[in-house]
Structure formats: C-alpha cells, structure tokens
C-alpha cells in the first residue's frame, strides 16, 4: 500500500526546532534506508514535506507517523495512491467492459 503524505510544520519556537529537526532528518534517512519512504520532497517556503511511503498495513503508516519527532508539531494530510493501471481496470469493472 502506497499513501502520499503532506507534511507542514507549525510555527515551534527556534529553541525546539534546534532539537527536533536534526531527529526529524535522521529519522527520515532510516526510513529511506528501510524502504518505506519512496520519494521524499522538502515544500519550498512552506517548512513541509511531500513523502510517498510504501506500508504494508495501516498499522506500519500509524507508527510510522506516529514515531515522527515532528508528530506533534505537524499537520498533515494522507492520501491513499493507486497505480493508473489499477484504477484503469476498477473502472472497466465498475462500467461492465472487461
């Protein structure tokens, strides 16, 4: 299962962003190393990030946002992805073509 993730951070105290960003980083690079991030993209002037990750259930995509050292310093939006091709053949279904 791929979910695209809209990450924007809320206004933190520099004090707090010191601390947290650096974790932030090397918890994303962990992420990568493991496979569970497929693309990752800062959002210019926005302090955010676009993220793809690949889970293997709803439950991997609860801890994975829940571990973030941003988590309670971030709002965000998930959004579940599907190949073109998948969708293609749902909707030949849907319609009756086969």
Known sequence: MKFLILQKSKHVPVEIWAKLFPAHFKYLDNL???GKIEISY???GQQGTLL???VDSEEELTRIIGDD???FYSEREIY???TR???KKYLKQI???R
Do not use: Q
């Open 80 to 82: 579940p992805l599907t």
């Open 42 to 44: 800062h959002l210019i």
């Open 95 to 97: 319609i009756g073509e």
């Open 69 to 71: 050292p941003l988590f």
């Open 32 to 34: 990568e190393k493991e």
């Open 85 to 87: 091709e998948d969708h």
């Open 52 to 54: 793809i990750v690949k």
